[in-house]
């Protein structure tokens, strides 16, 4: 049977040529006219009832719909049962999100089901049995072989497809997008994150509606120092594939990286009521997270209380259980209802407000550990430092509990909330030169690592609190330097820019006290709410002549 590349046009539509198979499929046909979702061009040896709906299927992988891609290629063996090539899609919309950090047993289960159909089934190509060869290494021996392991044995395989297939489009994106999986938080050269890029840049301006080009970039350029180059591929992406909830929600990673904060709130609200449409729960909670912190940034409170308020309409859908759903994860889903609350309280200062929060009683160690962060943070920082002990102890459990797992970039920012929420403590007991120098070590260790693709930003940036801390001691030259350097790494922060204004003005610098009191009503020129950080910038600015 010869190959057949057919396209995922901008507007895809499925024909049937056989009267029976039409009525059979009239209702998801119908569906689907007006669905959008990239072109894609993937060659199978499928049959040609089946070739157009697996091109389907891979465009919803590209763009991390994993249970509407797997759904997609159960339909393809529905009109083609062997076709092999379907139970790879189906294996790697298991693994899920290439970012989505540890993955479960079900979904391994799953996933090296899949790869055991695909091995057992039809005659595929040699070019689609490596496909099949590649993913299988995502899953093998999954009980003794680490994940890191396994994913860099995943892209080596991804390598070796692309070097015996060089013509193969879909081979060298899936393969960019496994080089970036590789990336360590640690590695501040972004190595291969960039070697990604080079490989999708130039892949983009020949297919510009291609979803996973558009998509893989913005992940690529996810990090401080590049996500400015990411900024045309985010503007693109969500009007490339805009039926994906997660391609509307992902161009906000990269304005977040930017402060970008309107672009952020608009495209997170289409991503949110498209996910909702779709029955996607944890991806529109996902979206509500970024919408929250973007709310908050412009001093929006009002416009954050309600997504806070749409909460519990919004997780009463949410199914943690589900193997496969959208690109965020069961524990994306976890992590917004505890985020969301907690930023709504710690973005404000509104420190009695921290440290009431409830503590979550499901969820997984990390998430958990906002809410006792969050309290924390709260109790000491309103003057009660004893109130927090207890979840400082919370903390370090968890900290613990999640090395045990061996989860260690979730213990890790653990152990940084603790190192917070401990030098807070110190400092609020009056040992000002211990917590401060607490407070600095903490923030040395999130620098060097990064924030998971799940949050926008951490919950309060260690070296922003470095700041406050050292401006309440009245050190503010060194205040300005930490707040400048946090603003470097996540800039157009109310909170940063707010900082930075106090510090200079402490400091005598009139110059960079008017411009950064400038920025913070630049930042907030939208808001809803009459913070008095916004009432002192304009008497500031207003006083100087």
Same mark, same amino acid.
């Given at each position: 049977? $010869?190959?057949?590349?057919?396209?995922? $046009?901008?507007?895809? &539509?499925?024909?049937?040529? %056989?009267?029976?198979?039409?009525? @059979?499929?009239?209702?998801?046909?119908? %569906?689907?006219?007006?669905?959008?979702? *990239?072109?894609?061009?993937?060659? +199978?040896?499928? &049959?040609? %009832?089946?070739?157009?709906?697996? +091109?389907?299927?891979?465009?919803?992988?590209?763009?991390?719909?994993?249970?509407? &891609?797997?759904?997609g290629f159960e339909d393809v063996l529905s009109r083609d049962d062997t076709c092999a090539i379907a139970h790879w899609g189906i294996a790697l919309a298991y693994w899920g999100n290439p970012f989505g950090g540890v993955r479960s047993t079900t979904a391994l289960q799953e996933g090296s089901a899949a790869v055991e159909r695909a091995r057992a089934t039809g005659t595929p190509t040699p070019r689609e049995r490596a496909y099949i060869d590649a993913v299988a290494a995502l899953f093998e021996n999954y009980q003794t072989v680490s994940q890191r392991d396994r994913i860099l044995a995943y892209e080596q395989g991804m390598a070796d497809l692309v070097r015996g297939n060089p013509e193969d489009i879909e081979a060298m994106i899936f393969h960019a997008l496994a080089v970036n999986q590789t990336a360590l938080p640690t590695d501040k050269t972004y190595a291969a994150?960039?070697?990604?890029? *080079?490989?999708?840049?130039?892949?983009?301006?020949?297919y510009p509606e291609h979803p996973g080009l558009a998509h893989y970039i913005i992940h690529a350029y996810d990090h401080p120092p590049l996500a400015s180059r990411a900024l045309g591929a985010a503007r693109r992406y969500a009007a490339i594939a805009p039926s994906a909830p997660h391609a509307l929600h992902m161009p906000s990673h990269t304005f977040t990286r930017v402060g970008s904060? @309107?672009?952020?709130?608009?495209? +997170?609200?289409?991503?949110? @009521? $498209? &996910?909702?449409q779709n029955r996607a729960a944890t991806e529109a909670l996902h979206a509500m997270d970024y919408q929250t912190y973007a709310h908050l940034q412009m001093a929006q409170d009002r416009a954050a209380l309600d997504v806070l308020n749409r909460l519990p309409t919004v997780s009463a859908t949410f199914d943690p259980t589900a193997v496969t759903g959208g690109a965020a994860p069961p524990m994306a889903g976890f992590y917004a209802l505890a985020a969301i609350p907690a930023r709504y309280a710690l973005e404000r200062g509104a420190w009695q407000e921290a440290a009431e929060l409830p503590v979550p009683a499901n969820g997984t160690p990390f998430t958990i550990a906002i809410a006792h962060f969050a309290r924390a943070l709260g109790a000491a920082r309103g003057g009660r430092p004893s109130a927090a002990r207890e979840d400082i102890d919370r903390l370090a459990a968890l900290r613990d509990q999640l090395n045990q797992a061996q989860d260690a970039y979730w213990a890790e920012q653990v152990g940084i909330q603790w190192s917070v929420a401990n030098a807070w403590v110190t400092y609020a007991e009056g040992r000002s030169a211990e917590g401060i120098e607490a407070m600095r070590a903490a923030a040395d260790t999130e620098d060097a690592t990064d924030k998971s693709a799940v949050t926008p930003g951490p919950l309060a940036p260690a070296r922003e609190l470095l700041g406050e801390m050292l401006l309440d001691a009245g050190s503010a030259a060194e205040a300005l330097t930490a707040f400048e350097a946090s603003m470097a790494k996540e800039p157009g922060r109310f909170r940063g820019a707010y900082g930075a204004a106090r510090a200079a003005e402490a400091a005598g610098d009139a110059a960079a006290a008017r411009r950064y009191y400038q920025r913070v009503l630049e930042i907030a020129r939208d808001a809803d709410s009459p913070r008095a950080e916004i009432q002192r910038a304009r008497t500031y600015v207003d006083a100087q002549p």
């Open positions: 049977m $010869t190959l057949r590349v057919l396209a995922v $046009t901008a507007v895809f &539509a499925v024909l049937v040529a %056989a009267a029976p198979a039409r009525a @059979q499929h009239e209702e998801h046909a119908a %569906a689907q006219s007006t669905e959008r979702l *990239g072109s894609v061009s993937f060659a +199978n040896s499928c &049959a040609p %009832a089946a070739s157009a709906v697996f +091109n389907r299927a891979v465009a919803l992988l590209h763009s991390f719909e994993f249970r509407t &891609a797997i759904e994150q960039l070697e990604a890029a *080079g490989i999708l840049e130039p892949l983009f301006e020949r904060w @309107q672009e952020s709130v608009e495209t +997170n609200r289409r991503s949110e @009521q $498209t &996910a909702m």
